[in-house]
């Protein structure tokens, strides 16, 4: 199996790069220069105004977006949003998902939590939902959220607007646009269910699968350019007049940091082709995500740990690192949920 990126995957993401540099990492311009630039429609379907691109282009952005830890909504716009649209939605929504390829609106997707799913009844006129979504990134600035909900015939995948549905923001951990939707008593037209019901679990699963590999593809980026800070500072901060990076100690939290970040690439890569493929990928997107969770753990904490002092000041870009790490780490479900999910995959092999 090659990973070698393709020409495409890697002058998107080179593109992203440079954009992302010419511009301050806590700032919202760069979305408006992804957007100039065509990044965000590039991968996009061309019905929604894209090049056609794929999850594998979409993964070599998400990547250098992690390495700025810039909190921009290109994971919930348009991996998940746009392209769901696009490839499932009616026409009106596939012109929802050109806009957000152009960078005219965000979109959102509120997934289905396994705990506590949001319902969905059929009432006069449409559906009504209930229920409520916490956490759910660029729900706060999105101009339409995607709710996957169980009806009495399975799950379907509602598009739902904020004057709909009560939306309060949040301060989470590394994503400064998440929100509280709430949806009792909201009821939505049904021409808003994305696909069909029918097609709902489909969609659903979809969605689920893609948001894990985007998040995994996130904390590469992070991992990445925190073990490079932190291999950097190791090689100019001096203690006991020698570099602190000749100390066994910490030569050898920089190789296991290595090794993590190699094992977040490697897992990354094999779930996003697969799926990619359409070929059975729910293990290996486990996987990745199990290496994402506990390798960006246990970079993010050597980064801390390695600069000192320096680690733990909010003001300074490790700590940016840091919060973005955790949010990836437990979005979707940390290393733990991922080895049940796996475990419960192999136990059904028989």
């Known amino acids: 199996m090659d990973f070698t990126l393709t020409a495409g995957q890697d002058e998107l993401g080179g593109l992203t790069r440079e954009i992302l540099a010419s511009q301050p990492s806590t700032s919202r311009e760069p979305w408006a220069e992804l957007a100039k630039a065509g990044v965000l429609a590039a991968a996009l379907p061309e019905s929604a105004g894209g090049d056609g691109l794929g999850l594998l282009e979409q993964c070599a952005v998400l990547i250098e977006i992690g390495r700025t830890a810039a909190d921009l909504p290109y994971l919930p716009s348009i991996v998940l949003g746009a392209s769901a649209l696009a490839r499932f939605g009616s026409a009106e929504q596939q012109r929802l998902a050109a806009q957000a390829g152009r960078g005219e609106i965000v979109l959102a997707a509120a997934l289905a939590d396994e705990r506590e799913p949001a319902t969905a009844r059929e009432v006069a006129g449409g559906w009504q939902l209930s229920g409520t979504k916490t956490a759910v990134p660029a729900g706060a600035v999105a101009r339409a959220v995607l709710i996957p909900a169980v009806t009495p015939a399975g799950v379907a995948v509602f598009l739902a607007e904020p004057e709909q549905v009560s939306v309060q923001p949040q301060q989470v951990t590394g994503s400064g646009d998440a929100a509280l939707i709430e949806l009792d008593g909201v009821t939505v037209p049904g021409d808003r269910v994305v696909g069909?019901?029918?097609?709902?679990?489909?969609?659903?699963?979809?969605?689920?699968?893609?948001?894990?590999?985007?998040?995994?593809?996130?904390q590469l980026g992070v991992a990445e350019r925190a073990l490079e800070l932190t291999a950097a500072y190791a090689r100019t901060r001096e203690?006991?007049?020698?570099?602190?990076?000749?100390?066994?100690?910490?030569?050898?939290?920089?190789?296991?940091?290595?090794?993590?970040?190699?094992?977040?690439?490697l897992t990354l890569w094999q779930a996003a082709w697969r799926l990619s493929e359409a070929l059975p990928a729910d293990t290996e997107v486990a996987t990745a995500k199990f290496w994402a969770a506990e390798g960006g753990h246990r970079v993010a904490h050597t980064a801390v740990h390695v600069h000192g002092g320096i680690g733990i000041d909010m003001d300074a870009d490790v700590h940016r690192y840091y919060a973005a790490a955790k949010?990836?780490?437990?979005?979707?479900?940390?290393?733990?949920?991922?080895l049940l999910r796996i475990g419960a995959a192999l136990a059904s092999q028989g």
């Open 196 to 218: 069909s019901v029918e097609a709902g679990p489909e969609i659903a699963d979809w969605l689920l699968a893609r948001a894990t590999v985007g998040f995994c593809a996130l």
């Open 239 to 265: 203690q006991f007049g020698k570099p602190i990076g000749s100390f066994q100690a910490v030569s050898q939290r920089l190789a296991d940091g290595y090794i993590d970040v190699e094992a977040i690439r």
């Open 327 to 338: 949010f990836n780490e437990f979005a979707l479900g940390g290393a733990t949920a991922q």
